[in-house]
């Protein structure tokens, strides 16, 4: 399909299905696209994230959210782990953005698919046990103060906030000072819209939401069960 572009996105996620945005919309080559996946026994997660033409990306990695401990954080197969647990994958990028921020001439841009609440009886993990290394590494101290993740937190849901997930995902960071949507309904398709799910966070000192936007479902004529609601958010 074609993207419609009236927001001038400056950076934007897109998670569980590999997607080219570059060739299959209207956004070109300009754009750079980095893309991650995680697997542990069925259907990999995945997730992209691209970064609009006068953005420099200097350093970049990925993996999954949750995993068995002791393991690699940067890798994206886990063949042996649960398979009860649910395959979550994160992309990570440090940028140099065209304007720099007053206290950030780097950020540290951070897109999620976060675990969800477990089923009863089920022995699953509701947080980021993986990633935190991966996060450091890539975006060195910008990870401090400096941060703007965004994506499918699965929260609020079963006690957690997004705010609490940012904190187990960046444990040394200071917390999150904006977040956008807070409580609008963003997924999913098949069930009518129950969950407020999709949000930006950030610790940049000074930026706050500019406006914001929830759009409708996409391509409703092919029933997309799963599909969440694209959301537009722009910061000051």
Not at 72 to 97: I, K, L, S, T, Y
Request: aromatic residues 10%; proline residues 10%.
């Amino acid at each position: 399909g074609e993207l419609e572009d009236p927001t001038d996105p400056e950076f934007i996620v897109q998670d569980s299905a590999p997607f080219n945005f570059r060739t299959d919309t209207r956004l070109g080559d300009a754009w750079q696209q980095i893309n991650a996946k995680c697997w542990f026994d069925g259907y990999p997660d995945r997730i992209e994230l691209l970064f609009a033409p006068g953005w420099t990306v200097l350093e970049h990695g990925s993996g999954c959210l949750v995993g068995p401990e002791g393991e690699e954080e940067d890798g994206e197969m886990f063949p042996h782990w649960n398979p009860m647990e649910e395959e979550r994958a994160f992309v990570v990028a440090r940028v140099a953005p065209p304007r720099p921020f007053p206290h950030c001439a780097q950020l540290c841009v951070v897109a999620v698919h976060m675990p969800g609440a477990c089923s009863p009886g089920a022995n699953c993990i509701q947080f980021p046990n993986m990633g935190h290394r991966t996060v450091r590494r890539v975006c060195a101290g910008f990870a401090e103060q400096c941060v703007i993740a965004f994506g499918d937190w699965h929260a609020p849901e079963a006690g957690w906030t997004p705010e609490a997930k940012f904190q187990a995902l960046l444990p040394t960071a200071k917390a999150p000072m904006l977040l956008a949507p807070r409580a609008e309904t963003t997924c999913c398709f098949e069930c009518g819209g129950s969950g407020a799910y999709d949000h930006l966070l950030s610790n940049v000192p000074d930026a706050r939401v500019g406006t914001y936007t929830v759009y409708d479902y996409p391509i409703q004529d092919e029933v997309p069960l799963q599909a969440h609601r694209p959301v537009f958010v722009s910061l000051e």
